[in-house]
C-alpha cells in the first residue's frame, strides 16, 4: 500500500517502465483512494476555516455572539465556495477510505470538530492563530494532493503508454 510520504519522493516512480501492468494499475487505485481521502480533508478544513471567517466578519460587523446565528448562517457561509480553484476532476469515489492520519490530527489539534460550534468562545488571539493554522493546512492538504494527481497522471500515462506500443493488450485484459 503506497503512502504520502514514498509519493513525494522524487525517486517514486524511477524504473517505471520496468513495472508490471498490474503494479502500475494497483498504484494508480492507491493513489487515487490517498487523492480522495485528501479531497475529503480539505472540504474540512475549508469548511472550518470558512466558519473562522464568518465569526471574524461578525465581531468586525458587532453582531451578536451565539452558536443559533452560526447554525443559520451555515447555509450561506459553507455555501459561498461552491467552486473551488483545482483540477475540476470528478472523483471516482465520494467515500473516503485514506484519509492520512497525520494531517487529520493537525486539524483536529487546530479546530477540533466539537469546538466549531463554539467559535464565538475563542478569543481574538485564538481565533486569529486558527484561522492562520487553518489556511496553512489548507495549502499543504491541496500541494500533496497536487503531487498525488501528478503522480498518479504519470502512472496512467504509462498504462495508455504500454497500450500504444503494444506493450500491454486489450485481451490481456479480458483473460
Do not use: C
Not at 50 to 64: C, F, K, S, T
Not at 83 to 110: C, H, K, M, W, Y
Amino acid at each position: 500500500m503506497v503512502e504520502i510520504p514514498q509519493v513525494t519522493d522524487p525517486a517514486f516512480l524511477d524504473g517505471l517502465e520496468t513495472w508490471t501492468l498490474e503494479e502500475v494499475r494497483a498504484t494508480r487505485d492507491d493513489l487515487t483512494a490517498i487523492e480522495t481521502g485528501l479531497s475529503y480533508l480539505r472540504r474540512v478544513v475549508q469548511s472550518r476555516l470558512d466558519i473562522v471567517l464568518a465569526e471574524h466578519r461578525r465581531r468586525e460587523l458587532g453582531e451578536p455572539a451565539g452558536a443559533t446565528g452560526l447554525v443559520e448562517k451555515l447555509p450561506e457561509i459553507l455555501g459561498s465556495k461552491l467552486r473551488s480553484a483545482g483540477t475540476g476532476r470528478l472523483n471516482t469515489s465520494f467515500v473516503p477510505t485514506r484519509v492520512p492520519e497525520n494531517l487529520d490530527r493537525q486539524l483536529e489539534a487546530i479546530l477540533p470538530a466539537s469546538r466549531v460550534s463554539s467559535v464565538s468562545e475563542l478569543s481574538d488571539d485564538d481565533l486569529t492563530r486558527a484561522q492562520d493554522s487553518l489556511t496553512e493546512l489548507e495549502q499543504l492538504v491541496s500541494a500533496e494532493r497536487r503531487r498525488v494527481f501528478e503522480v498518479i497522471d504519470r502512472l496512467q500515462d504509462e498504462v495508455v503508454r504500454r497500450y500504444r506500443t503494444g506493450e500491454a493488450t486489450v485481451d490481456s485484459l479480458l483473460a
